[in-house]
């Protein structure tokens, strides 16, 4: 192969492994201006292979609990 081939090659191979390794995280920690009460939503991997599920309802959690006036707190 020749060198003008084999560095997209190896460009593109970063780029998919970098898209499929970013997920949600599976713990977010809120806190609740007025009362200063901390909240955290969080999953374990443990025996589930679906990741992505589990951050979309670790996501769902952190949502509900910034419709009743929690922001989110960076750990």
Do not use: H, W, Y
């Amino acid at each position: 192969m020749r060198v003008s081939t084999i560095i997209p090659m190896c460009a593109l191979t970063l780029f998919v492994f970098a898209a499929c390794t970013q997920t949600a995280p599976l713990s977010i920690t809120l806190r609740d201006p007025q009362t200063n009460s901390v909240q955290k939503c969080s999953a374990r991997e443990g025996m589930a292979k679906d990741v992505t599920a589990l951050s979309d309802a670790v996501e769902m959690c952190a949502r509900q609990l910034e419709a009743r006036g929690f922001v989110r707190v960076n750990d």
